[in-house]
């Protein structure tokens, strides 16, 4: 059975920080890139970050660039959000997810997890 699962969301501080996780199993989690996406209440699902299963190169969201970073082990089968300078606007439902090939949109990726939520508040 394929799984992704998320965790490490929580409740932070406007400026502060988290890193969020995904854990992969019951696929090659080194053959796939993997992205991260995001959801806030009343909105569309939207791209984050992408991580390239070749080479390793990045790509982030130009809301998340130079805050945010996208890394993975894949001898843990695992992709990393490392959240930085936190905004009221970072708020949503962070979900990640597969895709055969490099892409930023939703409709690209087959296999999603059920999400880790990050409120940011003070």
């Known amino acids: 059975q394929m799984q992704l699962v998320e965790s490490g969301g929580g409740l932070v501080q406007p400026g502060g920080s988290l890193r969020v996780s995904c854990a992969a199993s019951g696929f090659t989690f080194s053959s796939y890139t993997m992205g991260w996406f995001r959801q806030a209440p009343g909105k569309e699902r939207e791209f984050v970050a992408v991580m390239t299963r070749t080479d390793g190169s990045r790509y982030y969201a130009d809301s998340v660039k130079g805050r945010f970073t996208i890394s993975r082990d894949n001898g843990k089968n695992t992709v990393y959000l490392q959240m930085n300078s936190l905004k009221p606007d970072d708020t949503a439902v962070y979900y990640c997810?597969?895709?055969?090939?490099?892409?930023?949109?939703?409709?690209?990726?087959?296999?999603w997890g059920q999400g880790t939520q990050v409120t940011v508040s003070s």
């Open positions: 997810a597969r895709a055969g090939t490099y892409s930023v949109r939703v409709e690209d990726y087959d296999y």
